[in-house]
């Protein structure tokens, strides 16, 4: 199952939900497709050594964490038998998740990497049995949650380095944003009549979450059961984590309508995402705009662009590729 969509649209808390049914094992954003292979048409074998240090780095992807030093060494010994012919990257990453979740008596895997959006027309085609979950979300929650991302080291995620704050907070801005969020919609909606394709409203999660799972089981084929809504309030960048409250914030619902965005950065949201808003029944609001503070955007929007993409460049194996992808040109 890959639940994917635009970052900061409930992917994570998706995945939490799926990972309490006895029968899914959810793991961490491991940025496999993009990362670690660019997938190509027909994925050439590995050796047998390359294949085995593939899935070692899988391995401390999900049990150091994504953000943590690799260190697949410490997994060569145990992933030894499970290995014994070469196989493609796409096979290796099936098997080792298929692995891991051996160990905790789980049968299906999630994964719930949010870039995965923009790899779906390879992902259906090398996986038939694959599962895809869209999320989608106001661009204007996305915008006020991307603006505040970078102070989730200091509501609860001790464990995210300051640089990893330094590149979330560098990473926004009102333009890019918008137009990422625009690339996530429009490479999920060329899925949309695909029968292993489901697309869920964020907001409809948070406001019927009965509602919205039952009908999320039916379509993976899974027993629903009402625990797997208690999932800790955590994640957030608008306020501290509760990891001990458990159940669906309703509140995270339509959150830029309190506060937290200029109307500048609002009406330059709703001007990049108009068509797709109108697209998903989001309706614009046709802020004021300052045309000093629009100013200063359009100014800064190269300089900062050029520095994200510069703290990006080790977070993708091919980045032509990724760019065409995040526009729409592949």
Not at 31 to 46: A, G, I, T
Not at 88 to 114: G, I, M, W
Not at 126 to 135: K, S
Not at 221 to 242: F, H, I, N, R
Request: glycine content about 6%; some cysteine.
């Amino acid at each position: 199952i890959f639940v994917v969509g635009s970052s900061r649209s409930g992917t994570t808390m998706m995945g939490r939900i799926l990972g309490k049914s006895s029968q899914i094992f959810t793991f961490h954003e491991l940025h496999f497709f993009e990362q670690l292979w660019s997938p190509s048409p027909q994925p050439q074998p590995l050796s047998l050594e390359e294949s085995r240090k593939l899935a070692a780095t899988l391995l401390s992807i999900q049990r150091d964490g994504y953000l943590a030093p690799r260190q697949p060494e410490k997994y060569f010994s145990e992933i030894q038998d499970l290995f014994q012919t070469a196989l493609t990257p796409p096979d290796v990453f099936r098997q080792t998740l298929h692995y891991e979740a051996s160990l905790y008596n789980k049968e299906a895997v999630c994964d719930q990497t949010p870039r995965n959006i923009f790899y779906m027309g390879e992902i259906l085609s090398l996986y038939p049995d694959a599962r895809f979950i869209v999320l989608v979300r106001d661009p204007r929650d996305v915008l006020l949650s991307q603006k505040n991302k970078w102070r989730r080291r200091f509501l609860g995620a001790k464990n995210i380095p300051l640089r990893e704050s330094f590149r979330a907070w560098l990473n926004y801005h009102p333009l890019t944003i918008s137009m990422l969020w625009c690339g996530a919609v429009r490479a999920g909606l060329k899925f949309a009549d695909n029968p292993r394709v489901r697309q869920v409203r964020f907001e409809d999660l948070l406001l019927e979450p009965e509602k919205t799972l039952q009908s999320l089981c039916v379509f993976l084929g899974l027993e629903y059961t009402k625990d797997m809504l208690d999932v800790p309030q955590v994640g957030s960048s608008k306020g501290e984590d509760s990891p001990s409250k458990l159940g669906i914030n309703s509140r995270a619902a339509s959150r830029w309508q309190g506060g937290g965005l200029s109307q500048t950065e609002i009406a330059l949201c709703e001007q990049v995402t108009a068509v797709d808003m109108k697209r998903l029944g989001y309706e614009r609001t046709y802020q004021k705009v300052s045309e000093l503070a629009l100013l200063g955007y359009r100014l800064s929007w190269p300089f900062k662009t050029g520095l994200a993409l510069v703290m990006n460049l080790g977070r993708t194996r091919n980045l032509l590729q990724t760019l065409q992808r995040r526009l729409g040109k592949v």
